[in-house]
């Protein structure tokens, strides 16, 4: 009977991650999460324009009180993502990436199960708030109120029903707005 050879996964560091892409080792599009890199997936048009649509909305409400950043990358723990939409403190990024973010937004189709994975990772580096768009089934799914490493807080709204954020007073909003 011959033995199986099963592929193992090492995890590495940010560091590392930075150096293999800096080498070529690593693709541009692909992002660390929890020590283990993952290559992006291809946007289709509606997730491109959802995307697009709810950033215009955040810098025009909210652009003047922080720093509002899309599909560019979060440095929390051994991770290193880089969620659809991320609201970030104020402050000078070009020697590197923020290390916290008050709230974090994904725009699943394809990727929904996935995002919904990244949760723990979001809820370990302690987001107040973590937004799944979900375009399959027209809804939000809200997580809420991270502790030891978990949402406490987990709750769907339908395409009509009007989300109102902790983590961003006079941030609100519903699903068919975008």
């Known amino acids: 009977m011959s033995k199986r050879i099963e592929p193992i996964q090492v995890p590495i560091s940010i560091d590392a991650y930075h150096l293999l892409f800096e080498h070529g080792m690593i693709k541009e599009k692909?992002?660390?999460?929890?020590?283990?890199?993952?290559?992006?997936?291809?946007?289709?048009?509606?997730?491109?324009?959802?995307?697009?649509?709810i950033f215009k909305f955040l810098i025009?409400?909210?652009?003047?009180?922080?720093?509002?950043?899309?599909?560019?990358?979060?440095?929390?723990?051994?991770?290193?993502?880089?969620?659809?939409?991320?609201?970030?403190?104020e402050g000078d990024y070009s020697k590197s990436h923020p290390t916290k973010a008050i709230l974090v937004i994904e725009v699943a189709n394809s990727s929904l199960e996935f995002d919904r994975k990244k949760a723990n990772m979001y809820a370990k580096a302690e987001?107040?708030?973590y937004i799944i768009f979900n375009l399959k089934d027209k809804?939000?799914?809200i997580y809420k109120n991270p502790k030891n490493g978990i949402y406490t807080e987990m709750k769907i709204y339908s395409e009509k029903e009007k989300f109102i954020s902790t983590a961003i007073s006079e941030l609100s909003f519903q699903y068919n707005q975008f």
């Open 30 to 53: 692909s992002e660390l999460i929890e020590g283990v890199v993952y290559e992006k997936m291809p946007k289709d048009p509606i997730h491109s324009n959802v995307v697009q649509k």
């Open 139 to 141: 809804t939000l799914e």
């Open 127 to 129: 987001i107040s708030e």
């Open 60 to 89: 025009k409400n909210f652009g003047n009180l922080f720093y509002i950043q899309s599909e560019n990358p979060i440095s929390i723990g051994g991770s290193e993502p880089e969620p659809d939409i991320s609201i970030v403190p």
